[in-house]
């Protein structure tokens, strides 16, 4: 039986990544109703961009700004623009329409960049640690902080705020919400801009942890969609601890030959186990709670 402890410390940093992408899926659905599929995809905008501009002379964080804000301009752009126009859709074409823009900028990035091996390195050896005896990195400790504090700050701000309570009834009812004096677009605006700084953030941090390319970026929207299903697709905590999970999964199928080919299978028998498990009515309740 190999030792499995280094491969849990490296997965529960990955999974700290796809916690913090389902946390995004999460509170965009939880404020609009609208499942977004191009969360990955605006994570490899962030990555890409950010290495990019560093490469052109940009000081690596200021080139990580840029690549959040560039996620963030993407994502406030279709909110204004194509969300608003499909508010009033199905589920089913809103969805659909996020798989759109993922595809777009997913074809413009391999067409600026195409598929040359690259890597992200940040500037945080002062943070390396030991955990269980395992070497962890300064950029893997960021990942794992920084979901917690989102994590933490979300719940506070769907809970304890005023903005919070706008979101949580506009995605509940849009019509209603503009009757009582909801400014209905501001808010749809600022849950797609919320959802691009997470975006932007968690594919930089991605990007330190894998192969820098535009296709692996943006297929990370499948284990935080798992994530986000294992929460419900509203409970924010149990879907970072299913990112969290997914992460681990996936790492600890590592050493064993026979099933290590298949561990990126993890997040699909998550997400089909809890879809067999949980009622439908829990995809449901929290949007109205």
């Known amino acids: ?64 700004f840029v690549g959040i804000v560039t996620a963030t301009l993407i994502s406030a752009a279709y909110g204004a623009l194509v969300s608003a126009k499909v508010a009033h859709r199905t589920d089913v074409i809103k969805a659909v329409a996020t798989l759109g823009l993922a595809l777009i900028i997913l074809g413009l ?26 070497r962890v990195t300064g950029a893997r400790v960021v990942a794992i902080g920084f979901c917690l504090v989102a994590a933490i700050g979300i719940t506070a701000l769907l809970t304890k705020t005023r903005m919070g309570l706008q979101m949580r009834a506009l995605a509940d009812t849009r019509d209603l919400s503009a009757l009582i004096g909801i400014d209905v677009e501001r808010v749809t605006l600022l849950a797609w801009v919320g959802s691009g700084v997470l975006a932007g953030v968690a594919g930089i941090l991605l990007g330190t942890l894998v192969r820098l390319d535009p296709g692996v970026l943006t297929f990370m929207v499948v284990p935080s969609l798992a994530a986000a299903i294992l929460g419900g697709l509203r409970s924010l905590w149990l879907t970072l601890l299913g990112g969290l999970a997914i992460g681990m999964l996936e790492a600890v199928a590592t050493p064993f030959q026979t099933i290590a080919p298949y561990r990126s299978l993890a997040p699909f028998i998550v997400a089909i186990a809890v879809l067999m498990v949980l009622p439908a009515a829990a995809f449901r309740s929290e949007r109205a709670s």
């Open 109 to 134: 990035a391999y067409w600026i960049w195409g598929d040359s091996p690259r890597r992200l390195r940040l500037p945080l050896r002062a943070l390396n640690t030991e955990l269980f005896g395992v």
């Open 1 to 64: 039986m190999p030792d499995l402890t280094p491969f849990l410390v490296t997965g529960f940093a990955l999974g700290a990544i796809y916690a913090l992408a389902g946390l995004g899926i999460v509170v965009l659905y939880r404020a609009t109703g609208e499942l977004n599929f191009a969360f990955g995809a605006l994570a490899a905008a962030s990555a890409m961009v950010t290495w990019q501009a560093h490469e052109w002379g940009l000081h690596i964080w200021l080139a990580c």
